[in-house]
Antibody
Framework: QVQLVQSGAEVKKPGATVKVSCKGS????????IHWLRQAPGQGFEWMGIINPRGTGTAYAQKFQGRITMTRDTSTSTVYMELSSLISDDTAVYYC????????????WGQGTRVTVSS | QSALTQPRSVSGSPGQSVTISCTGT?????????VSWYQESPGKAPKLIIY???KRPSGVPDRFSGSKSGNTASLTISGLQAEDEADYHCCSYVGNHIRVFGGGTKLTVL
């Protein structure tokens, strides 16, 4: 079955950049788009963007435009999410997820990566 | 502040039913049938429990059901069990890959 495994927790200072990875297994990596979402403490989920592992494009939420980059490495079935110019409000758990064969719902999630932004 | 509005908490006793509402607008919940619900338990990845408003993925008990009326979607859990205690999140697709979520509802099984 689809499995997404994310990199470990990160602690960053304000202004720094974080890069989180998400490795897919149990399926053909290029078949499913990968989304990134986050959940700040005590808040709901927030959709950040999507990457097509075939390399045909990305789309980002307007809120993150200019400081988010999603990339992929098909040789390792891994996608990356890089967020720059970090502020304390970026402290959250970051998730990757796929929509699988569906289009509108997330049927598989990574375990989450906690990112703490603190001076 | 989340785009969709959910109650912060609900509670019920074992065996009872609870309903969690998710209110949006005609641009999200009310615009199509792409509302999904996720169960979030401590230390676990979020789990899809309802999609396309009313559909259940394989393996999700039929105690979980979804519905929608106008701009409000609802998740009903019948025959509450202790293991149902978790946070529940609604989500709506709004086009151009974008999804919006509610703030989450904490379900307490008394």
């Amino acid at each position: 079955q689809v499995q997404l495994v994310q990199s470990g927790a990160e602690v960053k200072k304000p202004g720094a950049t974080v890069k989180v990875s998400c490795k897919g297994s149990g399926y053909t990596f290029t078949n499913y788009h990968i989304h990134w979402l986050r959940q700040a403490p005590g808040q709901g989920f927030e959709w950040m963007g999507i990457i097509n592992p075939r390399g045909t494009g990305t789309a980002y939420a307007q809120k993150f435009q200019g400081r988010i980059t999603m990339t992929r490495d098909t040789s390792t079935s891994t996608v990356y999410m890089e967020l720059s110019s970090l502020i304390s409000d970026d402290t959250a758990v970051y998730y990757c997820a796929t929509t699988g064969d569906g289009l509108y719902h997330f049927d598989s999630w990574g375990q989450g990566t906690r990112v703490t932004v603190s001076s | 502040q989340s785009a969709l509005t959910q109650p912060r908490s609900v509670s019920g006793s074992p065996g009872q039913s609870v309903t969690i509402s998710c209110t949006g607008t005609s641009s999200d919940v009310g615009s199509d049938n792409y509302v999904s619900w996720y169960q979030e338990s401590p230390g676990k990845a979020p789990k899809l429990i309802i999609y396309d408003v009313t559909k259940r993925p394989s393996g999700v008990p039929d105690r979980f059901s979804g519905s929608k009326s106008g701009n409000t979607a609802s998740l009903t859990i019948s025959g509450l069990q202790a293991e149902d205690e978790a946070d529940y999140h609604c989500c709506s697709y709004v086009g151009n890959h974008i999804r919006v979520f509610g703030g989450g509802t904490k379900l307490t099984v008394l």
